[in-house]
């Protein structure tokens, strides 16, 4: 008979080992899903996991889906160390790239060096605006802010949607639902020649190096006592509105950041769908880098890899698209599993001991 015992204090060894068993028991179960689907286990766990790191494509392009996640997972990480549940971050991701893509398509004939600049500012306050929504209806009316940051992301795409349908239709697109292509000004530089990797891999690493000093400082400190103990955050005079108030304006504002940097990058102009779910994986990457800096840099890696896998295993062995969304699945369940095991023990009765 398998019970689980509490422990006397949080493990700090499962702290860190829950994501790695979640991520074993993800390896184990993903293969026993492929050999179920006809496929050789071994061959397309390498072909999911391995394959798409062996070449400098791969890796370039690991790179590139993993900076939008990483700079949403540091956001979200600020606000659920406080208990503040920002679960819109695609909503603001999108209004993001809204606010920064409309302002390359107005000016679309420009060569101004502050186009790029603008763009960024614009996506960000975008984002932030998304965000201050929530922020507002929860500390005026006391409004549960998951349930109202998840409704607004369905408003954002249908609003995108109608843009690029409607008023922001590119007039030589041939009648496709997109806008006009961004104007050289207004795309992020590329890095490496003949790759993607382009310059929003610096604001990711600078978001982690911010968080990194943030965490060491006051404020790091407010969110953490905020969302541990609120009735001793009050007694220290901290405000819980305020925490609120940045916890969601930094997420929104880096959610909306990702977005204009993804359009102005690899996509390069607005389009119906500008994510793959990069909004909700980022609260998986936040979870499984333990709220960290840097553990949710290392798990935006991990994550960017499923996609990527999940690309290469469509071409190579014919697994449907879905099989990416079914990793990324597993990966959480599990990790929700295993996190159990940092406040209790198992604790295994044999014989009569069982009875």
């Known amino acids: 008979m398998i019970r689980l015992v509490p422990r006397r204090q949080r493990s700090r060894a499962m702290v860190w080992g829950a994501p790695l068993l979640a991520v074993a028991l993800t390896l184990i179960t993903g293969g ?17 996991f391995v394959q798409p790191l062996t070449s400098v494509y791969g890796v370039s392009e690991l790179i590139v889906k993993a900076s939008p996640l990483v700079l949403i ?45 603008a763009m960024l500012i614009a996506g960000a306050v975008g984002g932030m605006a998304w965000a201050a929504i929530p922020a507002f209806l929860r500390t005026r009316f006391n ?12 408003v954002a795409v249908l609003l995108l949607s109608y843009l690029v349908h409607g008023p922001w239709r590119d007039p030589d697109g041939y009648n496709f639902p997109e806008s006009r292509l961004f104007p050289e000004a207004g795309t992020m530089p590329v890095l490496i020649e003949g790759t993607r990797v382009h310059m929003g891999v610096f604001f990711a690493l600078i ?61 390069g102009q607005l389009i119906p769908t500008i994510s793959p779910g990069y909004g909700f994986t980022a609260i998986i990457v936040a979870f499984l880098g333990r709220l960290h ?3 949710v840099l290392l798990a935006g890696l991990v994550m960017a890899l499923t996609y990527l896998g999940g690309e290469t295993a469509q071409i ?7 099989v990416t969304g079914l990793f990324q699945g597993f990966l959480l369940f599990y990790l929700l599993a295993c996190d159990v095991l940092i406040r209790y023990r198992v604790h295994i009765l044999i014989g009569k001991a069982a009875r």
């Open 32 to 48: 026993l899903t492929f050999a179920i689907m006809g496929k050789p286990m071994g061959a397309a766990l390498f072909t999911f």
């Open 73 to 117: 997972g540091i956001g979200l990480s600020l606000g659920f160390r406080a208990n503040v549940w920002n679960i819109g971050a695609e909503g603001q991701y999108t209004f993001g790239a809204i606010l920064g893509g409309g302002i390359a398509i107005f000016f679309h004939d420009s060569t101004s060096p502050f186009l790029l600049p």
């Open 143 to 154: 409004a549960n802010e998951i349930l109202v940051s998840l409704m607004l992301t369905y």
């Open 207 to 267: 978001a982690v190096g911010v968080a990194l000093l943030l965490g060491k400082g006051l404020t790091g400190f407010k969110l953490k006592l905020v969302g541990l103990a609120p009735e001793a955050a009050r007694f220290a005079g901290f405000s819980e509105t305020r925490i609120i108030w940045f916890a969601l304006l930094a997420g929104g504002g880096l959610a909306g950041l990702a977005g204009v940097i993804e359009v102005a990058g690899p996509i």
């Open 293 to 295: 800096p840097v553990g």
């Open 316 to 322: 190579e062995i014919g697994v449907p698209a879905a």
